[in-house]
């Protein structure tokens, strides 16, 4: 870990500067911090309305990748339900805010994510188990129910 104080490059430009909490320089975090400012006032903006990104793009002239890193670094979270962000797969409109950060939508998480997966076919397992279980139950009912003999309650089996 670098320690505070240390000498290093901007990700961004490239320029030396004294790091201290951040990996960018005075002036890239400004710059940054206007292009939010920008982005937050455009949506604000357009209210009535979702907006999409490439609208933000066109409209701002801004890079696409500078605004999916702000988005997945959580900088436009306040303005998440007003965007319209589609799944980097499948194409489908996402509608939860955590899955928004990511560009993927739920079904291709668990399509693609090996613990998704497995977790699909866990709970398919059990949902099978239950429906055994309760199958198995009811015939239990049937057969011990189905001859007149075998009824319980105040009155005892008796041949009449």
Do not use: W
Request: aromatic share 6%.
């Amino acid at each position: 870990m670098k320690e505070k104080g240390e000498l290093v490059n901007c990700k961004k430009c490239g320029s030396l500067f004294i790091k201290n909490s951040r990996d960018i320089c005075e002036n890239c975090f400004r710059t940054e911090i206007e292009l939010i400012d920008k982005i937050k006032h455009f949506v604000n903006e357009n209210s009535q309305n979702k907006v999409n990104l490439s609208e933000i793009i066109k409209e701002l002239k801004i890079d696409k990748l500078d605004l999916e890193d702000l988005i997945e670094r959580g900088k436009l979270f306040s303005i998440m339900p007003k965007l319209i962000i589609k799944c980097r797969f499948c194409g489908v409109e996402i509608e939860d805010e955590q899955s928004k950060i990511n560009f993927i939508c739920t079904k291709c998480l668990n399509k693609f994510s090996p613990k998704g997966e497995l977790a699909k076919i866990n709970a398919l397992k059990e949902e099978q188990k239950e429906k055994e279980k309760e199958l198995s139950s009811k015939k239990t009912r049937r057969a011990y129910f189905q001859d007149p003999k075998d009824r319980c309650g105040f009155i005892q089996n008796f041949d009449i």
